[in-house]
Nanobody
């Protein structure tokens, strides 16, 4: 049974940092592209980062580039999203998702078949 469980969210002040974890079970993260998405109130879910299994290539949306870092620990079967210099506009529910294959053509929801339950990240003073 494929399962993704996110953890590490919460409340943080502007300029602060959080590290989100996405623990996978039922499959190996090193054989699948893993993405992070977020959805703010009243907005569509947007892809913000992805790591492919082959050579670990990474992608970041412009909104988080230079501030967020995605990484993978194959031994722990977990993917991380390190978020630094957080801004109030980063407030959203964050989801991790797994694609069926090792890479994806672009960071679109249609390429991901398994999703975590989501967790809240709130950036506020």
């Amino acid at each position: 049974q494929v399962q993704l469980v996110e953890s590490g969210g919460g409340l943080v002040q502007p300029g602060g940092s959080l590290r989100l974890s996405c623990a996978a079970s039922g499959f190996n993260v090193d054989y699948h592209a893993i993405g992070w998405f977020r959805q703010a109130p009243g907005k569509e879910r947007e892809g913000i980062s992805c790591i492919s299994s082959s050579a670990g290539g990474t992608y970041y949306a412009d909104s988080v580039k230079g501030r967020f870092t995605i990484s993978r620990d194959n031994a722990k079967n977990t993917v991380y999203l390190q978020m630094n210099s957080l801004k109030p506009e980063d407030t959203a529910i964050y989801y991790c998702a797994a694609a069926d294959g090792p890479t994806i053509p672009r960071l679109g929801r249609q390429f991901f078949s398994s999703w975590g339950q989501g967790l809240q990240v709130t950036v506020s003073s």
